[in-house]
């Protein structure tokens, strides 16, 4: 567990850089443009495009590893009002319904990827924009894993103790 | 307890039942089944403490599998759901909020607020509205509002002598008005949701309700002020007053920028919030370069990566969601549900209002603007509102749920921030409550209040 922990410790931040260094990015390539354009009359091809595309990278690799560290909201006032037993066998729950989604994610995301087309500004192909979704269905999978590993091991040291 | 996860058993067994098609579940219609499975799976998911993300998303794919649409279609939609421009401008708004929250900007704020009306009868709690809506200005959202002007204005309200609760609960409610006042990345959702709805128009038009909601805030304060018997702010010596004037019009010139380069046509959306950011960063490095720590610098775009990443995946599911939705036709049979009940505007638009408020109470602010605009907009462009002014009134709704239980973040960072309980701070809002529903009503019965500024500028 320790050694997952570790590692689903460092990919979140590995990842996060990641979006440090894109979020970046898309600020330069952005205020580029309209200088590029507005001041010096030579707007850049496809730089829109490309700001678009590594925010969706972004977005949903930051979302994936966002289930190892909390990162999404939810609605814990039903759950609030359970006793400690009764929180962990729904978290475990809740964790299984991601590890799903991210599945899900995964498998559907193949198909995806397979379909033809070319990004006319950037002239790469489409299956850039599904590929993340792939990654993203193994991120999330591992992270919701992670997070079940980490609930049957307090619930069995509680049960212990 | 017991009760509480024999219901939740029930529900899940229900959804089962129709999932495998069970034979007891034939007497229910199979179009209304449909709709009853998608909305009950998500308030499962929702109730069990699925974040809001994943529970769109999951409740979508089990309702592709129950309604046999294909499950590809589900996730080609999450994908495209976050596949445009305009978001952009989202994910560069939420950094500008980053970069006034960390940078100390407001503090400048605070200070010409204190300037224009800290010296009237509980000048304090009237300085937090108003540099609520100054900071709206720049930042538009309302949770870095309340983290930013609470933690310094609670407990310098407590010190002289408004209650801690009071304090939490203005500071709440008034962060209504950074998320109405322009830039606001909500109405950049929402005018995608509505199919392209001018961003200028939209931004124009939320100014003239934010400024109305927060004189309404205020002019409570001032009738509560010599029955309370609360203090007056402490007076600004006049040699500070230049200094603070020209910082914090310098401050404020960020968000003219943005909202005056889309209104004059010099900027789109995405290329006006860049540019903001960019001047943003100029001001953090030239003015406020006392707070440019590394560890500031990291918490700015730490923030910002985790808080865009956190929106957009919503948005993306919401997306999902919402194709589900519009595949099980349910934009038209809630509009001819409605219309069948009335054909009076007015009860329309009462019963619009009182659908958003009750969703705004348990569901977050992006992914109600995505699956509720193609519900709702049509119905109320038939009732005889614009599309620009239902924009602010849906805003304001959903606002509205942000300050309140259960589902309420701005109440949850107002009451972590103010250190007090939820409980505690409900009964100092419920007046609050009933003045923002007042202003809520003449935003939607007087369309002029929306409308003016952007007629004015022919938008």
Redesign the interface.
């Known amino acids: 567990m320790r050694r997952l922990e570790r590692v689903l410790d460092l990919t979140e931040r590995v990842i996060e850089w990641i979006g440090i260094v894109v979020i970046v990015a898309m600020l330069i390539i952005s205020i580029a443009e309209i200088i590029g354009r507005d001041l010096l009359n030579a707007p850049i091809s496809g730089s829109l495009d490309l700001t678009l595309l590594i925010m969706i990278w972004m977005v949903l690799l930051v979302s994936g590893i966002g289930v190892w560290s909390d990162l999404h909201i939810r609605v814990a006032f039903f759950v609030d009002t359970m006793n400690e037993m009764a929180k962990q066998v729904i978290s475990l729950i809740v964790f299984v319904a991601i590890f799903f989604f991210g599945s899900e994610m995964l498998i559907q995301s193949i198909p995806l990827i397979q379909l033809p087309g070319i990004m006319p500004e950037l002239k790469i192909d489409n299956s850039w924009l599904f590929v993340p979704l792939l990654v993203t269905g193994i991120v999330t999978m591992a992270a919701a894993f992670g997070r079940i590993l980490r609930i049957v091991i307090t619930f069995r040291a509680s049960k212990k103790t | ?1 017991r009760t ?2 024999v219901i939740l058993a029930l529900i899940a067994a229900f959804l089962l039942s129709q999932l495998l098609n069970a034979p007891w579940m034939q007497f229910i219609a199979q179009q209304p089944s449909q709709i009853i499975f998608l909305w009950l799976s998500f308030a499962f ?10 529970s769109l ?2 409740s979508a ?1 089990f309702t592709a599998v129950f309604i046999q649409l294909p ?2 279609a ?3 939609n ?2 495209n759901g ?4 305009a ?2 401008a989202i ?2 708004f939420i ?1 500008l909020g980053q970069i006034v929250n960390e940078s100390g900007m407001g503090n400048d704020l605070l200070a010409l607020a204190n300037l224009i009306i800290g010296r009237l009868p509980g000048g304090l709690a009237l300085m937090n509205v108003l540099t609520s809506m100054l900071f709206g200005g720049i930042s538009g959202s309302a949770v870095a509002d309340t983290a930013s002007i609470g933690t310094v204005m609670i407990p310098m309200m407590e010190r002289q002598g408004f209650s801690r609760e009071f304090s939490t609960a203005i500071t709440v409610t008034s962060s209504l008005e950074g998320m109405i006042i322009p830039p606001s990345q909500n109405m950049i959702i929402y005018s995608l949701a509505a199919g392209g709805v001018s961003v200028g128009a939209l931004f124009l038009a939320g100014y003239l309700p934010g400024i109305v909601m927060g004189l309404a805030q205020m002019a409570y304060i001032l009738i509560l002020a010599p029955i309370r018997k609360f203090p007056r702010g402490e007076r600004i010596a006049r040699d500070r007053v230049p200094m603070i004037l020209l910082r914090s019009l310098l401050v404020l010139s960020v968000g003219f920028f943005v909202v005056g380069g889309i209104v004059f046509g010099l ?1 789109t959306a ?2 006006s919030s ?2 903001g ?2 001047l943003a960063i100029i001001i953090f490095v030239l003015f406020y370069r006392k707070n440019m720590t590394r560890a500031n610098v990291m918490r700015i ?2 923030g ?3 808080t ?3 929106v ?3 948005i ?1 599911n919401a997306t999902a969601f919402g194709y589900v939705m519009a595949s099980l036709q349910v934009p038209l049979l809630l509009s001819s549900a409605i219309t069948s009940l009335t054909t009076n505007p007015i009860v329309i638009l009462l019963l619009v209002n009182l659908l958003l408020l009750v969703l705004g109470l ?1 569901m ?1 602010m992006a992914p109600l603007i995505i699956i509720m605009t193609p519900i709702l907009l049509p119905l109320v462009l038939h009732a005889g509102m614009s599309a620009v002014q239902f924009g602010v009134v849906m805003l304001i709704n959903l606002g509205i749920g942000l300050c309140t ?3 309420g ?1 701005v109440l949850f960072v107002g009451c972590a921030v103010g250190k007090t309980t939820i409980e505690k701070t409900t009964r100092q809002l419920l007046p609050l409550y009933g003045i923002m529903m007042v202003v809520l009503l003449i935003i939607t019965f007087v369309p002029q209040v929306s409308l003016i500024l952007p007629n004015l500028f022919h938008l």
């Not at chain 2, 998911?45 to 994943?54: A, M, R, T």
């Not at chain 2, 976050?82 to 421009?85: A, C, G, L, T, V």
């Open positions: 307890m509480k996860i998911f929702i109730v069990l403490g699925v974040p809001i993300s994943f998303g999951l794919v499950v590809l589900i996730f080609q999450l994908s976050i596949n445009s421009f978001f952009v994910a560069f950094m900027f995405t290329e860049s540019a950011v960019g775009l730490t910002s990566v985790r865009t990443a956190m957009l995946f919503l993306a348990v977050d239980p259960p589902v973040n």
